[in-house]
């Protein structure tokens, strides 16, 4: 048997789809179209490429996007003084500071001072508290496009086991909030777990976030589990550079029901979900719905 394999690049297009929809009839309604602010520090390749991809996919949605690329050296005041700028801007609905920033900078102060109603990364304390209590406006990216592919899958997650491998406050920990949510029963697992592959074999639902190349084998799954990769691992064969994820895909489409692919699964939906965060800013901004 071989697993279904997710495209997560169609599905982020009809995700992309429905965002530029409501951002038409949003316009159309209040005359006001959302803007993306996307503040670069530095010249970190990966980031330059994200950064012009967020620009494009901004526009083809209806916003208006506004790049502001900081030298290296910026300090901290300056960033801060930017930040501080743009949300003051009425034109402004979503502000995203890319990550990672230099290492003189303070990431976590930066995005503190982002105002929680403009932080379309959902990675303010406030926007975090309120995706514990069930009302959050801003949903961080890459679980939200998770938690879009497993419900567009499986619809609610009532009676489901989950594991999430990995607790970083970007991907494992909301990606957890939002499975509860849906009403899954989840584990938290990390590096630091006993047998991990005992834990994994519970599971129908199996998210890998955890940073370490191909870990999740074939034989860690449970015959018929949805397994999505979150992985970005570059790893090298002979002289060539291969990107991989955190399950290895060869022997997982064997056991799995269905897989997310690296790349092409989960990475394309990121962008979408940012599309659809800097949608749900400007209208809760403007009192619509
Ligand atoms: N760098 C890589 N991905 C992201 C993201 O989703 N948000 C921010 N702010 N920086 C990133």
Redesign the pocket.
């Known amino acids: 048997m071989s697993a279904d394999i997710i495209d997560g690049k169609a599905f982020a297009a009809t995700i992309r789809a429905e965002v530029a929809r409501d951002t038409a009839l949003f316009r159309e309604k209040t005359g006001i179209r959302p803007g993306l602010a996307v503040v670069l520090v530095g010249n970190d390749p990966a980031?330059e490429v994200?950064v012009r991809n967020k620009g494009i996919q901004a526009k083809e949605a209806g916003f208006a996007s506004l790049e502001y690329k900081l030298p290296a050296d910026t300090t901290q005041e300056a960033l801060l003084a930017k930040v501080a700028e743009l949300n003051a801007d009425p034109q402004v609905h979503g502000i995203?500071?890319?990550?990672?920033l230099p290492k003189h900078l303070d990431a976590d102060a930066v995005l503190n001072a982002i105002t929680p109603d403009k932080d379309v990364?959902g990675?303010h304390p406030v926007n975090v508290g309120r995706l514990w209590t069930g009302n959050p406006v801003s949903i961080?990216?890459?679980p939200l496009g998770c938690s879009l592919i497993l419900r567009d899958r499986l619809g609610d997650l009532a009676g489901k086991r989950a594991i999430v491998i990995g607790r970083s406050n970007?991907v494992g920990k909301p990606m957890v909030a939002l499975l509860l949510a849906a009403n899954a029963t989840v584990t938290i697992a990390h590096s630091r777990s006993p047998d991990l592959p005992a834990l994994c074999r519970e599971a129908d639902i199996v998210v890998a976030a955890v940073g370490k190349a191909q870990l999740v084998k074939g034989d860690w799954l449970k015959p018929g589990a949805i397994v999505l990769d979150v992985g970005i691992n570059r790893i090298t064969e002979g002289d060539k550079i291969r990107l991989v994820g955190d399950v290895d895909f060869a022997s997982a489409v064997e056991t799995a029901g269905a897989i997310t692919p690296v790349p092409g699964g989960i990475g394309p939906m990121?962008i979408a979900c940012?599309l659809r965060n800097t949608l749900a800013c400007a209208q809760a901004l403007h009192g619509q719905p």
């Open positions: 980031s994200y995203l500071v890319q990550l990672p990364d990675f961080p990216c890459t970007i990121t940012l």
